[in-house]
């Protein structure tokens, strides 16, 4: 993907019904490697994340709580705004759909959809489950209930607004069969069969009589329903239709979602995109879910990581190195405190933390802490592939990016052992040791991204100030005085 100077990307909104899960983080992190890694490229980024409010089960979780519900989400989005601080998250806003802007902006855009014809008023009848908030067919219920919340749903008939989704099947079909609108393809070949089966249907965008919610526009009896309200975020958080940022960064170039909502992403909302007037954003990125030890995250059966403590515990850093490391884009994943564990032990404490302790003592006994000048061994420099890592984070294959930077990091490693450098001393010794710490400042900038304070830290010990992709060439290091530091990480058994 080639970077056109700015790049917009966004993580689904969280319903604050409960507090985040791994889940959660996971998500949020691995937007923020990619947002990351385009600032790094020298792109102007806007990363976007928020909470949605509006939604009934967060009414409902409030009720249960037996607190008033602006108050219930006033403090759940406490968690969310602090799980992104606890993780380092980068965003440059955190929107919350109950914001009057956003509210504003749902409305005039359900109406000109309206206006335009595409949303119309008619009767409703469907079997509707709480926990989905939305209808079912018989084909969904396993056993009478839904296989999702293990409740049968409830047969409701009411007046309601439909937007006019199938006018744009075959525009939905173009738009799907473009190459990475959706990624990965397999994600992609699901959205196109599921439509190829059966014809897109109008959709119900409303709900009657409900207390919590955006209100129709002229219509108080109705609350706009998810579509019109959650996904409108995207564009009124950067203040769709005049504002600078909207003008600036519109179309998104990421929306980074799980597997399960892939639908209202790459069909819903590209088709209440293009009614309303509005271009789709360029590609849908879809991630899967994640496992804990082995186990589907369930709160009812215990199956859960408070990403907060797991933090706390170990650090910012190994989690994110994990979520990318572990995880191959698309596909689910396990998340468990061995691979952690394991991961924290092995890579990043003896690959990545002895690396740069070796060489920080290295200088400081041999030149007072002075960073030599040298000539940079060319046996070691070609071994980063820097196109390769390039290749994998334009197709956000990040994992194989992190097992790239890795190679090059044990090959410095090898290269120490090889050269013996204790035992060697002036001209020889000085470009050992510019290679070397020339290596760590570019490993600096490539890992910046994925373990942002690691970087940091690494710029502290060996007095350099932070890169951009740009400085990843062998040979620019100047200098330089040596602070040494604590090791990068702890292990843990
Ligand atoms: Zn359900």
């Known amino acids: 993907m080639i970077g056109l100077g700015r790049f917009y990307i966004t993580t689904a909104i969280d319903y604050v019904n ?10 949020k992190v691995i937007a923020d490697i990619i947002a990351r890694w385009q600032r790094l490229r020298g792109e102007k980024v806007f990363y976007l994340t928020g909470t949605d409010e509006n939604a009934e089960k967060n009414s ?8 008033p519900v602006r108050e219930f989400v006033d403090k759940n989005v406490e968690f969310f705004k602090n799980l992104c601080k606890t993780l380092n998250i980068s965003n440059d806003y955190f929107i919350r759909t109950t914001e009057e802007r956003h509210i504003k902006i749902s409305q005039d855009i359900f109406r000109k959809v309206l206006e335009k014809g595409d949303i119309y008023k008619d009767f409703y009848e469907g079997l509707y489950c709480e926990g989905c908030e ?12 839904c296989p999702e919340h293990q409740k049968p749903p409830k047969p409701l008939r009411e007046e309601a607004y439909f937007f006019r989704l199938s006018k744009y099947n075959d525009h939905i079909v173009k738009l799907l069969e473009s190459p990475n609108f959706v990624i990965p393809k397999e994600k992609r070949n699901e959205m196109l069969s599921r439509i190829k089966s059966d014809d897109l249907k109008d959709l119900c965008i409303s709900r009657k009589n409900l207390y919590w919610g955006i209100d129709v526009p002229d219509d108080k009896n109705h609350k706009i329903y998810v579509w019109f309200d959650a996904l409108i975020n995207y564009v009124s958080a950067i203040g769709y239709p005049d504002g600078g940022k909207f003008k600036e ?12 909502i892939n639908w209202f992403h790459s069909v819903i909302w590209p088709a209440m995109l293009i009614s309303a007037g509005i271009k789709p954003p360029k590609t849908i990125l879809v ?5 804990v030890n082995g186990q589907k995250i369930s709160k009812s059966l215990g199956v859960q990581i408070d990403p907060l403590e797991i933090v706390k515990k170990y650090g910012a850093d190994p989690v994110r190195y994990l979520f990318a490391r572990e995880i191959p884009m698309g596909e689910d994943g396990d998340f468990s405190e061995q691979a952690l564990k394991d991961r924290l032990n092995n890579e990043l404490a003896n690959d990545l933390g002895n690396l740069l302790s070796r060489v920080v003592k290295m200088i400081e006994k041999s030149f007072s802490g002075n960073v030599p000048q040298g000539k940079v061994d060319e046996k070691l420099s070609k071994q980063l592939r820097v196109e390769s890592i390039e ?8 994992h194989n990016a992190l097992a790239e930077i890795w190679n090059f990091i044990r ?19 000085q470009d050992i040791l510019y290679t070397l710490a020339d290596s760590l400042r570019i490993i600096s900038i490539l890992i910046s991204p994925f373990i942002p304070a690691t970087s940091e830290k690494i710029n502290e010990q060996l007095g350099l100030k932070p890169g951009i992709l740009k400085d990843v060439k062998f040979g620019l290091l100047k200098g330089g005085k040596i602070k040494r530091g604590e090791h990068l990480f702890n292990k843990v058994k």
């Open 60 to 67: 409902q979780a409030a009720k249960e709580a037996g607190v």
């Open 134 to 145: 939305g209808y079912l067919t018989e084909k969904d219920l396993v056993g009478g209930k």
């Open 249 to 260: 960064f519109w179309p998104a170039d990421i929306h980074l979602i799980g597997k399960g």
């Open 18 to 27: 409960a507090k985040p899960h791994i889940g959660h983080a996971y998500e």
């Open 391 to 398: 290749k994998y984070m334009d197709k956000f294959e990040l």
């Open 287 to 291: 991630h899967g879910y994640l496992t």
């Open 411 to 429: 090959a410095c490693n090898r290269y120490i052992n090889e050269k013996e450098p204790w035992k060697l001393e002036g001209k020889e010794l």
